[in-house]
């Protein structure tokens, strides 16, 4: 039983498109992340939802739109897609925000051509 | 703002030998620090949480530090195995109930 799952893993488009990624963790939990892993490696905080309410926005340009149909859920939508919004997005999940251990999905690797 | 630096970058050694991995964060009020391990082509797995007011955890072969008046944190690994070889990440939660990471520590463990 995979604890938190995203998909697609590889997500490859032009351009300008709109494209989704989507989120389930069955591990109970209240809280859910997506954090973005750039080419240095470094992972980055984008946002944060507990019990389907967002906790944290960091500064990402409004073409991310994060929703959270339920606890179990988050997904990421990206609109206009840049060159720069290549990375590998991670989806994360949490029994409560800060203070507990993380648990990660797999990533979704998106390349921006 | 908080920064976690982790020393060395790249780490080669041979199988059995025990080694040390570093990480420093500039901002001690921190609440906890977690440390991953992050395989190719897939997720991080946290390996150990230290609260602020512990000084180490253990599991297994790894045993984590913190020392957070000097902004320090250490994850030791006994008697290293190939199948050790990732990256290892630490991160740092300082109250914004998010994790600030550092660029991780690239581990080759050799037959």
């Known amino acids: ?113 | 703002k908080q920064e976690v630096t982790q020393i060395p970058a790249a780490l080669s050694v041979p199988e059995g030998e025990n080694l040390v991995l570093n990480c420093s964060f500039t901002d001690s009020a921190i609440y906890n620090l977690q440390w991953f391990r992050q395989d190719p082509g897939k997720g991080l797995t946290s390996l150990l949480l230290i609260q602020s007011s512990q000084r180490e955890q253990t599991s297994g072969r790894l045993n984590a530090s913190l020392d957070k008046s000097s902004g320090r944190s250490t994850l030791y690994i006994a008697a290293s195995q190939p199948g050790d070889s990732a990256t290892y990440l630490c991160a740092v939660d300082t109250g914004r109930r998010a994790l600030t990471f550092g660029s991780g520590t690239r581990l080759q463990v050799q037959p």
Request: proline share 4%.
């Open chain 1, 1 to 113: 039983d995979t604890a938190v799952s995203q998909t697609p893993k590889y997500l490859v488009t032009q351009m300008g498109n709109d494209k989704s990624i989507k989120c389930e963790q069955n591990l109970g939990h209240d809280t859910m992340y997506w954090y973005k892993q750039d080419s240095k490696k470094f992972l980055k905080i984008m946002f944060s939802y507990n019990n389907k309410e967002l906790i944290i926005n960091e500064t990402v340009p409004n073409r991310f739109s994060p929703k959270s149909p339920d606890k179990a859920h988050l997904n990421l939508h990206i609109n206009s897609l840049e060159l720069g919004d290549s990375a590998v997005y991670f989806c994360a999940s949490s029994q409560a925000p800060g203070g507990e251990k993380l648990f990660f999905g797999s990533g979704t690797q998106l390349s921006v051509l």
